[in-house]
């Protein structure tokens, strides 16, 4: 909002009680009529130099559990779904026969990665889309140390197999098997169509 301007006969009766006024300061020149004052500036209040403290106020309230490796299934439920989301919820369900079947029991890692390898080829070349892998849930391990191992050898070098060339262009999709198809112990792939 702006000041108005004085009008003349406000500035007379001013004169008139100026004149009638004792002056607190007679060394100061007396100015012919009264100035605008200017506006006032901020006054900033000054900062503390010490915010207040309190005891414990950047301790965490409860220690970090420890941050262990998600396990297979896991981290295979927390990828992106890279295939149509209602086949996805069907297959998740156990509600799609796989087309074919892989069983790597008893098998060694020198066999079971080759047997896996021109499996999912030859059926992506058949034109199959959703096969199983089933690699068994493993063996507990006698002596639990004190670092630990995962539970079977298989079940964690075949999800890691299917995302590595040659099997990465023909993978799309790999999730944990439903319990009617062999649940922690078997794993889903889908296909990607042969172009």
Do not use: C
């Not at 299934?73 to 079947?101: C, H, N, W, Y």
């Not at 999912?120 to 096969?131: D, M």
């Not at 009617?180 to 042969?194: M, Q």
């Amino acid at each position: 909002m702006s000041r108005r301007k004085l009008t003349a006969e406000e500035i007379e009766l001013w004169r008139k009680v100026a004149k009638q006024a004792e002056r607190m300061h007679p060394e100061i020149p007396q100015s012919v009529h009264p100035a605008t004052l200017p506006k006032p500036k901020p006054t900033k209040t000054p900062k503390p130099r010490f915010e207040a403290f309190e005891v414990g106020q950047t301790a965490a309230g409860k220690p970090a559990r420890h941050a262990l490796k998600p396990t297979i299934g896991d981290s295979l439920r927390a990828s992106p779904v890279q295939m149509d989301t209602k086949a996805f919820g069907r297959m998740k369900r156990g509600k799609i026969k796989p087309e074919g079947k892989l069983d790597l029991h008893g098998m060694r890692v020198d066999t079971a990665h080759p047997a896996l390898i021109r499996f999912i080829l030859s059926a992506q070349a058949s034109g199959k889309r959703l096969v199983l892998v089933v690699t068994g849930k493993g063996k507990d391990r006698d002596e639990p140390g004190p670092i630990p191992t995962p539970r079977g050898v298989l079940r964690n070098q075949v999800p890691q197999w299917l995302t590595l060339p040659p099997l990465a262009q023909a993978v799309l999709q790999v999730a944990p098997a439903h319990i009617s198809h062999g649940g922690d112990g078997a794993y889903y792939v889908y296909l990607r169509r042969t172009r």
